[in-house]
C-alpha cells in the first residue's frame, strides 16, 4: 500500500479565513480523493481530484468553497475557503491504485473553526 | 434511502464472543466490496476485501450476497483490540468509494 503524508494533521482557524490542506504520496497513483469526515459521522466523498485538470466535485461541493489542486501524480491539495464552524471536521486525503481496489487515507488533518 | 446502511449498532460483546455485523446497499451495479475499521480520532484502514464467493481472513470472515444486494463481516473469538468501528464500503461505477455510517463494537474484558 502507498504511504499516505497529510499535513496539517490539526489546525484551528479563525471563521473567514482559508487553509490549504497538502498530501504526499510516496508513490504515482491514478485516483486521488477528498473525504470529509464530521463528528460522529462516516465518510463523505467531497472530490475526484484529477491529474492536470479540474476537479471532480461531488453534489453539496463547489470548487468555490474546496479548491483542488493536483499537479502531479504524487501530490495533492485541497483549500478549504471562507471558513465557518460548520467547516469544522475531519478532512481525509485518499488514495486507490485501481478502480477496483481498496483506497488508503492519510492520517487526517482536524479542522476546527472558531 | 441512503446508498449504503449498516447496523446501528453500538454491539457491545464479551472477549471470545462471535459478532455479526449486517450491510446493505441500494445500487445494483456495484462492483466491488470492502469493509474497513476505523480506531477513534484515527483514519479509517482497510481490514479486507469482499468477493463474491466470501473470503475468510483469521478471524475474520467476510460474505456477499449479490441477489440481496447484502454483504456481512463475522468476527470469532473477539478481542479487546477489535473495538473499533466498523465500516462497509461499496464502490460504484466511476470508482467512488461510499461509506456506511459505521457499526461500533466495544468488546469488554
Known amino acids: 500500500s502507498a504511504v499516505i503524508s497529510q499535513k496539517p494533521s490539526r489546525d484551528i482557524c479563525q471563521r473567514g479565513t482559508s487553509l490549504t490542506i497538502q498530501c504526499q504520496v510516496d508513490s504515482q497513483v491514478t485516483m486521488m480523493f477528498w473525504y470529509r469526515q464530521q463528528p460522529g459521522q462516516s465518510l463523505t466523498l467531497i472530490a475526484t481530484a484529477n491529474q492536470g485538470s479540474e476537479a471532480t466535485y461531488e453534489s453539496g461541493f463547489v470548487i468555490d468553497k474546496f479548491p483542488i489542486s493536483r499537479p502531479n501524480l504524487t501530490f495533492s491539495t485541497l483549500t478549504v475557503s471562507n471558513m465557518s464552524p460548520e467547516d469544522s471536521s475531519i478532512y481525509l486525503c485518499s488514495v486507490r491504485q485501481g478502480a477496483d481496489g481498496g483506497a488508503f487515507f492519510g492520517q487526517g488533518t482536524r479542522l476546527t473553526v472558531v | 434511502r441512503k446508498e449504503v446502511e449498516q447496523d446501528p449498532g453500538p454491539f457491545n460483546v464479551p472477549e471470545g464472543a462471535t459478532v455479526a455485523f449486517n450491510c446493505t446497499y441500494s445500487n445494483s451495479a456495484s462492483q466491488s466490496f470492502f469493509w474497513y475499521r476505523q480506531d477513534c480520532r484515527k483514519e479509517p484502514k482497510l481490514l479486507m476485501s469482499?468477493?463474491?464467493s466470501g473470503n475468510e481472513d483469521g478471524r475474520f470472515t467476510a460474505q456477499l450476497n449479490r441477489a440481496s444486494q447484502y454483504i456481512s463481516l463475522l468476527i470469532r473469538d473477539s478481542k479487546l483490540s477489535d473495538s473499533a468501528t466498523y465500516l462497509c464500503?461499496?464502490?460504484?461505477?466511476?470508482?467512488?468509494?461510499?461509506f456506511g455510517q459505521g457499526t461500533e463494537l466495544s468488546v469488554k474484558p
Open positions: 469482499v468477493y463474491s
Open positions: 464500503v461499496v464502490n460504484n461505477q466511476g470508482g467512488k468509494l461510499i
